[in-house]
């Protein structure tokens, strides 16, 4: 426990020195250290210089985010970090920290992360990423269906228990019959980050288009935007209002 102290104090001192830590500023004594949340929670999995390399990364699949890839500063934006760590990614081993971190504790750490592995400066984010951002806006949740739908959760209900729940399963878990043999697995519909991310608009578009790197087909190929709305309607009934 002593080397674990000596280690985060010496790496706070280097990262203040360096201007690295992108969450405690040397002259704020009241800053969360988001460096040491870092190494006490995340190193483990993302190693701790943030590349994902880790004692632990050998027994994970799929494998912990690289920070430092060109991939991570492309596609994570700071609101969908700070989603992953509150709500945690299904299918993966990054769980929620809602009930271990306070919300400036969260902030803090992926502020860290951003400024010291994916050397990204927040205050120049565009106003397209910010757009993309809203879809973790509780504004964005109270979305109505695309087109002024409306649908039918009944008609969905039929539809969804003869073609989706074969991997979705009846209790939309993610485990039907096929969810065994399919990998990415299937969303479960009552993970804490699909409780808080899915709405209407969101649900109807992966229905309709499908998802890359997935089972998850494009409906929208034999379906019409009425019946889409229909299954749409009953997954978000049934699975996302309701479980909540």
Same mark, same amino acid.
């Given at each position: ?13 280097? *990262?203040? +020195? ?9 002259? /704020?004594?009241? #800053?969360?250290? @988001?460096? $040491? ?70 902030? *803090?750490? +992926? ?9 990204? /400066?927040?205050? #120049?984010?565009? @106003?397209? $990423? ?115």
């Amino acid at each position: 426990m002593r080397i674990r102290l000596i280690k985060h104090c010496l790496i706070g001192a280097c *990262a203040a +020195v360096l201007g690295l830590n992108g969450t405690q500023a040397a002259d /704020d004594p009241n #800053a969360i250290d @988001g460096d $040491a949340i870092f190494q006490d929670y995340c190193s483990v999995c993302h190693g701790e210089s943030g590349n994902g390399r880790s004692r632990a990364t050998g027994g994970l699949n799929p494998s912990p985010r690289d920070f430092t890839s060109e991939a991570a500063a492309r596609d994570l934006s700071r609101e969908r970090m700070i989603f992953s760590v509150t709500y945690g990614r299904a299918n993966t081993a990054m769980t929620s920290w809602q009930k271990r971190l306070s919300d400036e504790e969260i902030r *803090a750490v +992926v502020d860290h992360v951003r400024a010291s592995f994916m050397g990204i /400066d927040d205050s #120049a984010e565009s @106003g397209q $990423a910010k757009e993309e951002n809203n879809r973790f806006d509780p504004q964005y949740m109270a979305q109505k269906m695309p087109y002024d739908l409306q649908g039918i959760p009944a008609w969905g209900k039929l539809f969804y228990g003869e073609n989706c729940a074969s991997c979705h399963g009846d209790k939309g878990d993610g485990k039907g019959p096929r969810s065994y043999f399919i990998m990415p697995k299937p969303r479960d519909f009552h993970h804490p980050a699909a409780q808080h991310e899915l709405n209407r608009p969101s649900l109807f578009k992966v229905i309709s288009e499908g998802s890359l790197h997935s089972e998850m087909p494009a409906w929208d190929k034999v379906l019409t935007h009425q019946e889409i709305a229909h299954v749409t309607e009953y997954v978000f009934d049934t699975f996302i209002e309701n479980g909540r």
